[in-house]
Structures are given as C-alpha cells and as structure tokens.
C-alpha cells in the first residue's frame, strides 16, 4: 500500500511564505511524476506544479515565479515552496503522485489535503 502524507499548511498573512512537504510511503518501486494540485471553495482542482522525471518543472500561470516545485528523490518527497502569497491562493492542496508499486503499470495516487489559508 502507498501512502501520501502532507504537512506545512497553515494560516499567513498575504505577501508571506509557506513551504508544504509531501512524503509518499509504502510499497514503491519508482515514482514518475509528483504534483501539487489545490482545489478553493466552489471551484474545481487546479494543477499548481508539476516534477516529472523528465524535464523542468511546470507551473500554472498563476504561480509562475512565486511558487517552486523541487524534489528529494532519496526521501521519496516533494516540496512547494510558496512565496509572495496571495489570498486567491487560498485553497486545499493535495499532493499527487503516479507511482509503481512493483514492475509494470503506474497508479495515480492523492494525499489527504492540506489547508492553506492566506488572509490579514
């Protein structure tokens, strides 16, 4: 079984940083891409940033130069660093991860949130 943990959200004033933290456990043989999605109150999930095996990170429009994806490949984790934050950035964040368990095929994986919640 895989797990996807996450820890670092929290409340900031706007202008402020946070940095989340996404660990995934379990039976894992390699990990393809890991991702940070957020979904705000009444709207649907957004990518935020994606870390493929392969090529530089991409980001949202909307987090382009504020946000940093980056991952440890030896702790099996992915961070997001959130910088100059805003209050549109509000929002559940959910880690994502497609991930072999064993040889073959990939499975998609989520972690259980995580509240950001940026406001004076």
């Known amino acids: 079984q895989v797990q996807l943990v996450e820890s670092g959200g929290g409340l900031v004033q706007p202008g402020g940083s946070l940095r989340l933290s996404c660990a995934a456990s379990?039976?894992?043989?390699?990990?393809?891409?890991m991702a940070w999605y957020r979904q705000a109150p009444g709207k649907q999930r957004e990518l935020v940033a994606l870390?493929?095996?392969?090529?530089?990170?991409n980001y949202a429009d909307s987090v382009k130069g504020r946000f940093t994806i980056s991952r440890d490949n030896a702790k099996n984790t992915v961070y997001l660093q959130m910088n100059s934050l805003k209050p549109e950035d509000t929002a559940v964040y959910y880690c994502n991860a497609d991930i072999r368990p064993r040889p073959g095929r990939s499975y998609d994986y989520w972690g259980q949130g995580t509240q950001v919640t940026v406001s004076s």
């Open positions: 379990g039976s894992i043989f390699s990990i393809n891409a």
């Open positions: 870390y493929t095996s392969v090529g530089s990170p």
